[in-house]
């Protein structure tokens, strides 16, 4: 949500002042200025669309300005009354203009890169982190469920005996095995 929001608000800035652009600019004005604005937003849409596909950091390389030699760009700037363009400044915009897609992208990975589990599933991992915190065999849990649980930090492969892989908890997953049986343990049972 915060890359659609973010999005909205700077390409509604490009649309606006480029609307405000090409409504003082007489030339401009005979092509209509919202079909000006609208075309040259579209385009910042792309340019950014395709610079945060390919994840490119519009930050990467920029190092600070000095301060004297920012001194002296204001200085000739306020002077002739035209404003600044440093590497600094643009590598900024075109950093507020690739920040939305950019986030929408990561946001949409992230989602198809979810594990799905069922019932079934959670109640074999669960049966392995009992079984492991036992220390007794584990089941041959499915792939899936090894997944997920390496996946939340809870489980590791170590060498076992033989020189063959082993699962075993992390101390995360320990945390969370002693965690629960603590509180199975506190809670009282009804009685049937």
């Not at 606006?16 to 003082?24: A, H």
């Not at 579209?42 to 301060?67: K, N």
């Not at 590791?156 to 320990?174: Q, S």
Request: glycine fraction near 10%; avoid cysteine.
């Amino acid at each position: 949500m915060v890359g659609l929001g973010t999005s909205v608000v700077v390409y509604g800035g490009v649309f606006w002042l480029t609307y405000l652009v090409s409504w003082f600019i007489g030339p401009l004005r005979a092509l209509a200025p919202f079909n000006v604005a609208l075309a040259v937003t579209g385009l910042f849409i792309l340019i950014s669309l395709w610079s945060a596909w390919r994840r490119h950091d519009p930050m990467h390389g920029v190092e600070a300005i000095d301060d004297d030699q920012l001194a002296i760009q204001l200085g000739i700037g306020y002077a002739f009354g035209v404003p600044v363009m440093n590497r600094q400044s643009v590598a900024g915009a075109s950093a507020l203009l690739v920040g939305g897609p950019a986030n929408v992208m990561e946001a949409a990975r992230l989602f198809r890169s979810r594990i799905r589990t069922d019932d079934r599933q959670n109640h074999q991992a669960i049966e392995t982190l009992a079984s492991l915190q036992a220390g007794g065999d584990t089941p041959h849990p499915s792939p899936p469920v090894v997944a997920m649980l390496y996946r939340l930090g809870l489980i590791k492969a170590v060498r076992g005996r033989d020189d063959k892989m082993a699962l075993a908890l992390t101390v995360k997953g320990g945390d969370l095995v002693r965690g629960e049986s603590a509180t199975q343990q506190s809670t009282p049972r009804p009685n049937r």
